[in-house]
């Protein structure tokens, strides 16, 4: 049996390989680096919704914007501590809250402007993130 991209086990083995990659990715991070994943699992749903909404399938577009309100609902926010991170926690959780809505908004009328807000205020804190951890580690 050949491989092609075309072929469902092909996928499904594909879809296996990355998720042992990332299985691995996390059982190895320090929280830092974590955190980074999340960032980039959220701008990877947001991504896939945005291609979904521009080709109509909408069953796919809510399933992205599901995962990417996941991953900051339950993962980005709920890594927040409020007692050691005071203000800027708060701020953040604010940022959460607010980036959310746009995700919601953005599924809810086809707004792919929202989803482009979504997506670069993620970029903005995922990039000051990036920017501490090396900084950390230099």
Do not use: C
């Amino acid at each position: 049996m050949t491989y092609s991209r075309g072929n469902a086990a092909y996928g499904r083995g594909a879809n296996a390989y990355a998720r042992v990659g990332v299985e691995s990715g996390v059982m190895s991070a320090d929280p830092h680096k974590l955190i980074v994943m999340l960032f980039e699992g959220a701008q990877t749903a947001i991504r896939a919704a945005r291609i979904h909404m521009q080709d109509g399938n909408t069953g796919e577009k809510g399933k992205a914007v599901s995962k990417a309100l996941d991953i900051i609902n339950n993962g980005l926010a709920a890594a927040l501590d409020q007692e050691k991170g005071g203000d800027i926690a708060e701020r953040l959780a604010s940022l959460y809250d607010y980036i959310a809505r746009l995700l919601l908004t953005a599924n809810l009328r086809n707004d792919e402007e929202s989803l482009n807000q979504a997506e670069q205020l993620l970029e903005n804190i995922a990039s000051a993130w990036r920017e501490i951890g090396q900084q950390q580690s230099a």
